[in-house]
């Protein structure tokens, strides 16, 4: 990628597709190498959760990074953002906190980096920590923003007009459960509801025999508005602090059933589940215009 189309996608030197870690194993990890450097939260084996960064199989405590002064400035702010052990506090600082400690991560865990040894204690196996909800989730919107996708559902409930008349022009989401969003690992339980087959004269109750689940982007909201103050779509990137996959499980036939006579979405959402490589957040660059390119 030449260096105009690395800026123009909000890339940095810090995704430099040569640099390589003394963290040997995250050279050509296909989840966490040194160009990737998410930030959640973890609890070491007898730790309590803080905020770290995942490099190959480890995970580098951020909080002893910042104990140990090889942090400053607004590096420094960034990691004392998640003091209180959520990313909330980071997150709304906006982007140059953040592009801060990445650059600042990022020569750290350089293979010439002179600081390695300093850095060693702090690492801890990714297999033997905790992986915590990075944040303190206060609302949750689902996009429906794949047409196919969208198509493809829309055939379950009406086969000869899947797609809404305003599917094209007008943003669909639904407000989701914040509440039941858990980090991948945490057991599902078959929901129970009423569903009723099609040459059925009544329905039953009884477990979801329709349970799945949709791989979805999520989008980390950093720096909010004021109330009734509209965010253009030139800003909209700066107000984007990171990206997740979501796992968004749903029952289908209990959802299919109750929205056969009314407009009702109950038991839509039965719990999202953030994916083992997202309850890491990853960081985002700085941010190009929204209506010419996206990173």
Known sequence: MTDHAALANGLDETHDPQLRSWVTEANGH????????????????????????????????????????????????AVRAAADGSLNGLLALGAGPRKALRARLSELLREDAPERDQLAPLLSNLVDSTLHLPARIGDYTDFYVGIHHATAVGKLFRPDNPLLPNYKYVPIGYHGRASSIRPSGTPVRRPNGQTKAPDAAAPVFGPSRRLDYELELGIWAGP??????????????????????????????????????SRSRHVRRVTPHLCPISRTRRTRPRAPSISSSTS
């Open 30 to 77: 296909p989840e966490f190498p040194i160009q990737n450097l998410p930030l959640g939260l973890f609890s070491p084996p007898d730790g309590t959760p803080r905020i770290g960064t995942a490099i190959g199989d480890q995970v580098l405590d951020l909080a002893g990074l910042l104990e140990a002064g090889l942090l400053t400035g607004a590096a420094a702010d």
């Open 224 to 261: 909010g508005n004021e109330q009734g103050e509209p965010v253009p779509i030139s800003a909209a990137a700066d107000h984007i602090a990171g990206f997740c996959l979501l796992n968004d499980w749903s029952a289908r036939d209990p959802r299919r059933w109750r929205r056969s006579g």
